[in-house]
Structure formats: structure tokens, C-alpha cells
């Protein structure tokens, strides 16, 4: 079937066309998106009629002299032909109609329109109408059945239908289309086509195929198909005698099918590959016109005639033939154009020539000779044979086992070529800003998160950014002109961000606008060397991070000082950050299949600097890109890719990446989608907006946020069990931002620390009660391992009601491992901190040792004075606090981590360590012996007990160690360095060799009967392991004075009372008082026991010295170490 392709004519503006024939086929109709229905005598018309009908004209039918366009004011008109006289209104729709056609007799129309409706009009009496309600998005067009009988139509919904028409119902429905919103986003218009005469056959494009189902039936009986489609099809036209079906796709190609054989028959590119949008045949069947988006109207010629005049060219063809194929008979063997070629002049195949006349449906076959076989090489229309020419349609006389021979023909002609068939590279993610909608948008969102949001407009009215604020109180929206054309933004509570790409003659631009600066310049700009374009940035907390197309990441403060300067190891995807936290995620290398190879750096960019995650690949769903890139409102960092998958970090797990939410399960409709804006761990929330059948949401009107929870997904999460372990585990995940807080200094709220990890232990009960009731003791104990030690006791006595006694037998033994396990690292983990800090403080005491022997002797005793002031003001609260801890502990248990009121506060019976595994052959020992430490072995026992369950707290955390009464981490809050404090640096290495020859004079024995004692962590560790001080013996005596004189105050007001008295005395009376302590250092003991015995006196007379004698006790415990203060507290109570 070769035909000639005839040059493209100007029709329309550019936009959608629809073209047609009249029943004569003497004229050619077209309109377009201007709004003009032309009427074309023929292609070479240079002067067509043209009908106004509307500012647009989607669609039209021609049919017994009248003409029916669909056009942009809502309405379905109808004009004469060929005159175009209007002859009125057929039917109206609430929007635009997108496509009309008759029915075979021309007595009927249908009409399908944007508002989902379709609606079938009676031509002679517009009044009666059938609409057919069903569709649940605009309708892409619409056919009649040739026998009246049927309707067919397809939809944006994805459907196609088809409707009984006069019962007005729906006969069968199939999900076959892409969905889409609108006509104008539709990958395909989806021309439907039935069958002409026989009407068997429904004819469907979906994507590069044509379906066809049988009437009646409604199966799917054929697909027709061509390699060389590669883009989806359009419309699909069927010719006058039904034999052949033509197709037009979104690429330009059109195809021809013999519907029988399922051959291609022809196929021809649109001169420029432009979208076929219109197609219709001549009613002949020898033409086929079409029109494209481009406004443009061609025609190819020369096509298979119709079956009414064929049978004369028939019977002269194989004479014709005969002659052309008598020209080459004496090179058969050397041509290559003729290999597998059939031969006319073999005996079979001149006997179905000369009988093709018989059957008449051989002669709608194309000749596949010699001629059509070069065409197969040679494409150009300008090539062909004169043999060829001379045939003329004539040459269509073979039958169709020759025909069959095409295909093969062809793949053997064409020149072989190396195949791959493995895996196809993915093309890389572009770089994008997490919470902002496509640049390609002219109204879009440049950033939402939870500071605030920034739209940019680029329309012909403006270009410019707003800038809007949550909370106002941070700042009044901004109006930006955008005159450099930034394309990326971020916002923060301290500044805007603002980026634009560069130009051959002008640099990338970063622009900062710092409102919460304290100074009127506001503003900086920075110009990034030309060929470097910024592809990403990020503010954080005092510092700004730009990503550029160089690979690097440049970072600087918020004033625009430039800092850091990193080299990324690939191109960048897109940046977040939060507090001193920078999260990065970049092309790590190339993915296959459609997937995207990412890498991800976690930096930390605080005052100690460090890289947290180091390039690891980022987990993405199968086929999946990166969506969103940020942090938790806790800080945490997190993502979700485009299948709807949230992924948290866990930190306790090596910085593993867990799926917490899958946004899809949300979703009602498979085009809906959820545009992430921000997470939060406590509450669970994650924070999106719905978008109905997109992607992105618009700006206008402004979206709603929606909150959906998190679950993970654990398998069985439908039964009780399944249910709790999802319950545990993302509890336990979801407050691991608790621990990272604490440990970076910030303060965390105890109440919900306490409440999530009070929640933790409840499921766990509640699990292991469920197990119980499943005769599953093993998974009992599994879950016993995961409880405190607390819970375990109440799990320890649920066991025994349930009567299952080995179970209790081995929660017992886990209860016992539990606590010798606490007991002994609580000690290790103290001494490694102090060792650590006393390494670190050591070097600088050397370096200061030096400096100090410089001042006079006038200043060095005055600043010794301060600082046994200040010592002694620890050294009480200290034993203040070590009272109460001790006794705190001996109330409780030996448990660490009791839960107070919520449990129960029965105890298991547990041996403590013995005295000889706590023997550190490293210890320093104290100056001085305390007379309590050498005592009967009973009171060893409990002093190791004491000593193992009670913390010693550090000066760094104040009284936050009390971890005997509650399990809640304190803040960490930096205690502010006094001038006293930064003095007594001077003083430490004077002290530390006082303290050496001190310990010489100790025996051995006291050394090993004493706990621990690690090097100094601190000046003031230092100070507690020295004699009193002068302030103390004044303390000593002046104490009844002043309790005389103010009974109403607490151990820590007598303190801070005396030492305002200490300071009034004179220098010389200071300094009489620290030489009397020196001078008492022997009289130690005995001052000890004298004290003790007037205390113990004093606490028979009255109540309220009770307190006073546990001040006096704890005064005694300032000794050599924190083993002489337990010591004396012991043999107090005793």
C-alpha cells in the first residue's frame, strides 16, 4: 500500500484541530482552536470557507448537510452545509463540550462534555435528549454504534463505557486509560471508533496498542500493534468498508492495519513529528486526511481503493506485473533486493494472481513484489521505481500469503545492529527544594515548612515573593520583588535565603535577608564564581549552606562571612537543616531499571564539628525518587520518597533508616498523592497536604494541612499482638530524640520522657500477660529482657498468681542479672568520665603551674581564701545531696530505676558485690582516715551496697544524678564559670603536690578497704579530697552562734550565712584561721570523735536538731574521698 504523503497546508492557530469529510467527499472540513470552521475544496485550496462558531472549536460531525461543532461557549451548534448558515443550538452543557459525532443514519448526536456528562440529541427535534450520567471526569469522546444500539465513550476517569441507549444504562465498563484531571492533561484523546457496516468490532487506543472488542460480547478479541509506535495514540479512524484502521499518535506517526490480517500495512511520519490529533478517511478510501496541534492539514494519497472499484484494476494487474517482473529475469541470483522475495513468476503464485479476481477480498492485499521490497530500503518517495509509478494503485493484486511476506522482509533487509538487553540506566534526579511545588510553575509554593511559607508568582502582571510567617510574632510577611529571578528560597526564624542560576554574562546570586539581625543592614549578596550556579540551600541555626553545580557546599554565617568550603562527592538532590544539624542527600552514582542511586551526610556543625552519617546510600522504594528531605520538629532527620514512604533515622541503631508512614495507604484514589510539610515525633504527626489527583497542591485557594499517623509496618498488625509490638517499637523510635537532646545540652521534658517510657513498660506487661495466657514462657522471657528492673518484679510475681513457677524462676535470675549488671557499670562508666576529664585538665594545670609562681605571695593566699570558700560551699551541698541520695536508696531497694507510685514497691531480696570485686588497684586515696571506715564487717556490706546503686553525682550535672528516685535524664544546663571558679587554676598544681605527700603517709590497707576514688575530674574533686580549710573550722565553731541567731534556716542558708561572716573578718584573722587548719591536720580524728559524741547528744534533746545531726554527718564525710562521707553516714545510723 504505498501512498504519497502530500506537504502540510495552514489551517489554524496553534492548538487542537478536527477534521472531516462530507458524505460526496468533495469537501474537507477543519476547525481549530481559533475559533474557524474552514471548508476546503480540496488540499491545494488557497481560498477555504471559513464559519466563525466560537473562540474555540473542539470537535465537529458532518452528516447529510448538517454540521455540528463543539465549541468554547458550553454549547453543541449546529450549521448547514455548505452554505454554514447557523441553525440554532442542539444542546447546552454547564462547561465546554470536547467531542461530538452522528450516528450512521445522521438522525442522532452525541456529545461528551467537560462537566462528566454525555448526552445523545435527536437532530430533527433538539427537545429530546438522553444524558448519560456515570463518568467521574471529563469525557474524551464519544461513538455511535452503527446500529443504533450502543453508545460508547471514554473518560479521563480511566474508563471507557458503553451504554444501552435507549435504556439509558450501562452495559459494560473497562479500566483501561491512564486517569488525568482534564482533557488538556490527558496523555491520549482516546478517539474511539466503531466498526462501519457489520459494526463487530470496537476500536480502543491505549497507549502505543489498538484494542478491539467484540460486540456483544464485550471481550477483547484482537490487538493491533506496530513496533515503531513508541508514543501513545490519539485517534484511530475506521475506513468506509471496514476492512482497514488507521491510527495517529502523539509522536506524529501514522499507521495503517488490515483488521483481518493484523498486518501493517503503511506507515508515514508527519513531516515535523507533530501530534496527530484529527483523523478522517475519504469515503473512497483512497485518501486520508489529518490535522495536527500545530494548527497544520495534510493528507496521504494513494491508498487502498474502496472494495466497489477495484475489480477492473484487478484483473489488468497481473499482466503489468508480469512485464515489470520480466525486467529483471536474468539477474534473480545477484540481486539482494529480491532475497526471500516472492516471485510472480513461480507457478503458485501466477496461479493466485490470475485467480485474484475471484475473491474479492484479495484485492484489497498489497503487492509485496520486487517494488515494495526496496522500498523497505529506500524511504525516500523519490526513489521508487518507474515500474513502480507505472503501476500505480494497480499494483495491489496479490493475495495475502504474499502480503504476509512484509514484516519478515523487512527485518531481514535492514542492516544487523547490536542489541543490549541488560538493565537501562535511570536518568538522574534533578536538585530540588524540599517543600516547594515545580519551577516550571508560574504561581507556586518556593518553601513551606514550619516557620512559615514562601510563594513565588511569574506571570505577566508580576514576578515577585511573598514571604508569610505562622506566627507573626517572628515577623510581618515580606514582599520581595523578584528581579533576579531567584528560583530557590529557604526560610528560617532568623532569615530568608535566596538563590538564582546564572546567565552567560551574570554569576549565581545568594542573597540573604537577615530581619533577625540586631543592626539596620539587613541585607548581604554574594556573587558565586561564573559557571557555578547554586542548586540547592539551607538555613540553620547562625549559618547558611549552599549546594552549587560544582559539587561544592558552601557554607557561611548568618552575617555572611564565609566559612567552610566541602567538595561533595556527586551532584546534589537537595539539602535541610535544623539547629546545628545539616542534612545532605546527592547522586552517589547511576541507578538502573528506574531506580536512583542517592548517597546521604548527616554533618554536625556545632562548636565541635563532625561528619554523623558519611556518604551511606539512601534507602528508596522500588522505582521510587526522592520527595522530601527535612528533620523532625525534635530534630530528628527524615524523608519520604515518591511511592509515599516516610523514613525516620534511628540513632540507637547505628543510624539505620526506618519506614514509619506510608502516605499512600491514605489515599483514596491511585492519582492521589500526600505533599509532605513538616514532622513531628511527640506528638506522632506527620503533617501533609492532600492533592486530588496530582502531585502538588496550588496555591490558590490556600490548602488545608492534613495530620496522618505513624504506623510501621510490622506483619500482623491486626491482631493484639501485632498490634502492641507495632505499639512498643514505635514508641521506643519515636523518643529516641530524648537521649540526643540531653547528650547535646538541651533541655528535654521530663514529664513526656517519663510518660513515653512509663507507656513503653505497660506494653511490655501487657505483652508478656499475653503470653502468658499463650503458654509462650519463652517469648516471656524475651520480653522480660526488654523491662527494667522494676517491671520485672511485678512480671516476677504475675508469673507466681499464674502459677507458673519456672517462668518465675528464670525472671528472677534475669531480676539478679539485671541489678549486678547496673551495679557494676554505673562505677565504670563514673570512673571513665573522671579519668577522661582529668586527662583533659591535666595539661592545663602544667601549663598554669608555671604562670602562677609569678604573682605575689599577697594574691595567692587571698585567692586561696576564695576558693575554700567556694569549696566549702560544694562540699556541703554535696554531702547534702549524698544524704539524701543514700538514704533515698536504702528506702527503695537496691533498684535504680523504680517508677515510683505507678509500681509496686516490693523489691526482690538481691546479694550485693562483694568488697573484694570492688577493689580498684588504680585508686588515689584521700589524705586523711576517717575513723567510720574501718568498721565491723556488717557495715562494709552496706557501704559497698550504698555505693554501687548510688551515683556519685558530677559537678557537670548538678543534682540531676539522683537515679535512685526517678529514671528521667535532668537537663543538661551548663553551670555559668564564676571568677572564683576560673582562679582556682592557679592554685591546683601547689595542691596537687600537698595532696601527693599526703597520700605516702597512708597505709596500704585503708587503700584497698576504701571504694574508688578516680583521678580528679575537676578543681573542686580536687578540693574535696584535701584537710579542712579554715572557713570549715570557723564554720565549726561560729555554727550554734549563728543557728542562735537565724533558727529558721536551711544547712544551705548557714552556709551562705557564714560565709558572708568569713569574708567581713580581716586578712590577718583569715589568715589565722587557714594556718590553725593546717596545723590540725593530725588532730583530725579526735576532733571527729568529739564532734560526733556532742551531735549524737543533741539529737536525744529535740526534733529539730534532726536535721542538724544529718548537716554534722555529712560535714564529717569531707575528707580524704567520697569513701570517708559514706563511711561516717554508716556508722551514724548504726
Request: glycine content about 8%; overall charge negative; some cysteine.
Amino acid at each position: 500500500m504505498p501512498c504519497e504523503r502530500k506537504p502540510m497546508r495552514y489551517g489554524h492557530s496553534e492548538g487542537h484541530t478536527d477534521v472531516c469529510f462530507d458524505d460526496s467527499g468533495k469537501f474537507l472540513v477543519t476547525c481549530g482552536s481559533d475559533g474557524d470552521v474552514r471548508i476546503w475544496e480540496s488540499l491545494e485550496d488557497d481560498d477555504p470557507k471559513s464559519i466563525s462558531v466560537g473562540e474555540k472549536a473542539y470537535s465537529l460531525a458532518l452528516k447529510r448537510g448538517k454540521l455540528v461543532t463543539a465549541a468554547s461557549n458550553n454549547t453543541v451548534q449546529i450549521h448547514t452545509f455548505p452554505d454554514g448558515d447557523p441553525d440554532g443550538i442542539l444542546t447546552r452543557f454547564t462547561t465546554h463540550a470536547t467531542h461530538v459525532c452522528f450516528n450512521a443514519s445522521g438522525s442522532r448526536v452525541a456529545a461528551g462534555s467537560s462537566d462528566f456528562m454525555v448526552k445523545v440529541v435527536e437532530v430533527a427535534d433538539s427537545s429530546q435528549q438522553k444524558t448519560f450520567r456515570g463518568h467521574d471526569a471529563p469525557v474524551l469522546s464519544v461513538t455511535f454504534d452503527p446500529k443504533d444500539e450502543f453508545l460508547a465513550s471514554a473518560s479521563c476517569d480511566g474508563s471507557v463505557v458503553v451504554w444501552n441507549i435507549e435504556e439509558q444504562t450501562q452495559i459494560t465498563s473497562w479500566p483501561l486509560l491512564q486517569k488525568s484531571n482534564d482533557v488538556s492533561n490527558a496523555k491520549s484523546l482516546c478517539r474511539l471508533a466503531w466498526q462501519p457496516g457489520s459494526a463487530k468490532f470496537l476500536a480502543i487506543p491505549v497507549e502505543t496498542k489498538v484494542l478491539l472488542y467484540e460486540r456483544d460480547t464485550w471481550s477483547h478479541v484482537s490487538t493491533l500493534t506496530d513496533d515503531l509506535i513508541t508514543q501513545p495514540i490519539n485517534v484511530v479512524a475506521w475506513s468506509q468498508c471496514g476492512k482497514f484502521l488507521a491510527a495517529g499518535s502523539v509522536g506524529g506517526l501514522l499507521t495503517v492495519w488490515d483488521v483481518e490480517t493484523k498486518l501493517c500495512l503503511e506507515r508515514q511520519k508527519h513531516e515535523k513529528g507533530f501530534t496527530v490529533c484529527g483523523l478522517a478517511w475519504h469515503p473512497s478510501g483512497n485518501q486520508l486526511a489529518y490535522t495536527d496541534t500545530e494548527g497544520c492539514l495534510g493528507m496521504l494519497d494513494g491508498l487502498s481503493p474502496s472494495t466497489a472499484g477495484t475489480t477492473k484494476a484487478t484483473q489488468a494487474a497481473p499482466s503489468e506485473a508480469k512485464e515489470y517482473d520480466d525486467l529483471f529475469d536474468d539477474d534473480d541470483d545477484d540481486r539482494v533486493l529480491d532475497e526471500g522475495a516472492s516471485d510472480t513468476r513461480s507457478p503458485s503464485k501466477n496461479a493466485r494472481v490470475a485467480g485474484a479476481g475471484e475473491d474479492e477480498d484479495d484485492d484489497l492485499m498489497p503487492a509485496t513484489g520486487r517494488v515494495r521490497n526496496r522500498a523497505a530500503f529506500l524511504e525516500d518517495d523519490n526513489s521508487r521505481d518507474a515500474g513502480s509509478l507505472k503501476l500505480g494503485v494497480d499494483e495491489f493484486a496479490e493475495d495475502d500469503d504474499a502480503g504476509s511476506t512484509t514484516a519478515p522482509l523487512s527485518a531481514q533487509a535492514a542492516p544487523p545492529r547490536p542489541l543490549y538487553h541488560g538493565p537501562m540506566p535511570t536518568p538522574p534526579q534533578k536538585a530540588f527544594q524540599p517543600g516547594s511545588t515545580p519551577a516550571h510553575l508560574m504561581h507556586r509554593f518556593m518553601m513551606w515548612n514550619s516557620v512559615g511559607i514562601v510563594r513565588g508568582y511569574n506571570d505577566d502582571q508580576d514576578n515577585a515573593i511573598d514571604v508569610e510567617f505562622h506566627d507573626t510574632s517572628v515577623h510581618h510577611a515580606i514582599h520581595l520583588t523578584n528581579s533576579l529571578g531567584h528560583s530557590v528560597v529557604d526560610l528560617s526564624q532568623e532569615a530568608v535565603l535566596l538563590a538564582c542560576p546564572g546567565t552567560e554574562e551574570l554569576a549565581s546570586k545568594l542573597q540573604c535577608l537577615h530581619f533577625a539581625s540586631w543592626d539596620t543592614n539587613k541585607e548581604w549578596l554574594v556573587d558565586l564564581p561564573l559557571g557555578e550556579d547554586v542548586r540547592a540551600v539551607c538555613l540553620g541555626q547562625g549559618w547558611a549552606a549552599a549546594a552549587t553545580s560544582a559539587q561544592l557546599l558552601r557554607l557561611f554565617s548568618i552575617g555572611g562571612v564565609q566559612r567552610e568550603l566541602l567538595s561533595l562527592p556527586g551532584a546534589v538532590v537537595c539539602m535541610a537543616a535544623h539547629g546545628e544539624q545539616l542534612l545532605l542527600a546527592y547522586h552517589r552514582g547511576t541507578g538502573f531499571d528506574g531506580e536512583q542511586a542517592l548517597g546521604v551526610q548527616l554533618l554536625q556543625l556545632g562548636l565541635r564539628k563532625r561528619q554523623v552519617i558519611h556518604g551511606e546510600p539512601l534507602p528508596l522504594s522500588r522505582r521510587s525518587h526522592l520527595s522530601w528531605l527535612g528533620f523532625t520538629a525534635e530534630g530528628t532527620p527524615c524523608y519520604t520518597d515518591s511511592e509515599g514512604v516516610v523514613r525516620l533515622l534511628n540513632r540507637s541503631l547505628g543510624n539505620t533508616w526506618v519506614p514509619v508512614c506510608n502516605t499512600r495507604d491514605s489515599c483514596k484514589g491511585k492519582s492521589d498523592h500526600y505533599w509532605v510539610v513538616g514532622v513531628h515525633e511527640h506528638p506522632q504527626q506527620l503533617r501533609c497536604i492532600p492533592c486530588k489527583g496530582s502531585r502538588f497542591p496550588p496555591t490558590l485557594p490556600r490548602p488545608a494541612v492534613a495530620v496522618l499517623p505513624f504506623k510501621l509496618p510490622l506483619c500482623q498488625t491486626a491482631t493484639e499482638k501485632g498490634l502492641m509490638e507495632e505499639q512498643y517499637w514505635r514508641s521506643a523510635l519515636l523518643h529516641n530524640h530524648y537521649d540526643f537532646l540531653s547528650s547535646s545540652g538541651y533541655e528535654v521534658d521530663e514529664e513526656g520522657q517519663s510518660q513515653s517510657q512509663k507507656e513503653q513498660q505497660e506494653l511490655l506487661m501487657k505483652m508478656f500477660a499475653l503470653s502468658c495466657k499463650l503458654d509462650r514462657e519463652v517469648r516471656c522471657v524475651e520480653l522480660a529482657e526488654l523491662m527494667t528492673q522494676s517491671v520485672v518484679t511485678l512480671a516476677i510475681r504475675y508469673a507466681s498468681r499464674s502459677r507458673r513457677m519456672a517462668l518465675a524462676q528464670r525472671l528472677s535470675e534475669l531480676a539478679l542479672e539485671k541489678a549486678n549488671q547496673l551495679q557494676g557499670e554505673e562505677p565504670e562508666e563514673e570512673e571513665e568520665e573522671q579519668y577522661s576529664s582529668a586527662r583533659r585538665n591535666s595539661g592545663r594545670r602544667q601549663g598554669e603551674q608555671s604562670s602562677s609562681r609569678h604573682h605575689s605571695t599577697r594574691e595567692t593566699q587571698e585567692e586561696e581564701e576564695e576558693e575554700e570558700e567556694e569549696e566549702e560551699e560544694e562540699e556541703s551541698q554535696d554531702g547534702q545531696m549524698d544524704t539524701e541520695e543514700a538514704a533515698g536508696n536504702r528506702r527503695q531497694g537496691l533498684n535504680p530505676f523504680a517508677k515510683g507510685a505507678t509500681l509496686s514497691p516490693e523489691k526482690p531480696s538481691l546479694n550485693p558485690v562483694s568488697k573484694e570485686g570492688r577493689v580498684n588497684p588504680f585508686k588515689v586515696s584521700g589524705a586523711g582516715k576517717s575513723p567510720g571506715s574501718s568498721g565491723q564487717p556488717r557495715v562494709t556490706s552496706i557501704l559497698d551496697s550504698m555505693s554501687s546503686s548510688s551515683r556519685k553525682p558530677s559537678p557537670l550535672l548538678g543534682s540531676g544524678g539522683k537515679q535512685g528516685r526517678t529514671t528521667v535524664l535532668k537537663p543538661l544546663a551548663p553551670r555559668a564559670k564564676t571568677k572564683t571558679q576560673s582562679t582556682l587554676l592557679h592554685m591546683t598544681a601547689p595542691k596537687a603536690a600537698n595532696k601527693k605527700s599526703l597520700e605516702e603517709k597512708e597505709p596500704a590497707v585503708d587503700r584497698l578497704r576504701k571504694p574508688e576514688a578516680p583521678p580528679p575530674a575537676s578543681p573542686e574533686n580536687v578540693e574535696n579530697n584535701k584537710p579542712k580549710t579554715g572557713f570549715q573550722l570557723w564554720l565549726e565553731e561560729n555554727r550554734k552562734s549563728i543557728l542562735a541567731e537565724r533558727p529558721d534556716l536551711e544547712e544551705t542558708g548557714v552556709i551562705k550565712e557564714a560565709m558572708g561572716r568569713f569574708r567581713t573578718l580581716s586578712a590577718d584573722d583569715r589568715t589565722s584561721w587557714t594556718e590553725r587548719a593546717k596545723g590540725q591536720c593530725g588532730e583530725a580524728v579526735e576532733q571527729k570523735k568529739r564532734k560526733r559524741e556532742e551531735e549524737e547528744r543533741r539529737a536525744e534533746g529535740n526534733t529539730q536538731n534532726e536535721a542538724e545531726e544529718e548537716e554534722g554527718s555529712a560535714k564529717k564525710k569531707k575528707s580524704s574521698d567520697p569513701s570517708a562521707k559514706l563511711s561516717a553516714f554508716a556508722f551514724n545510723k548504726n
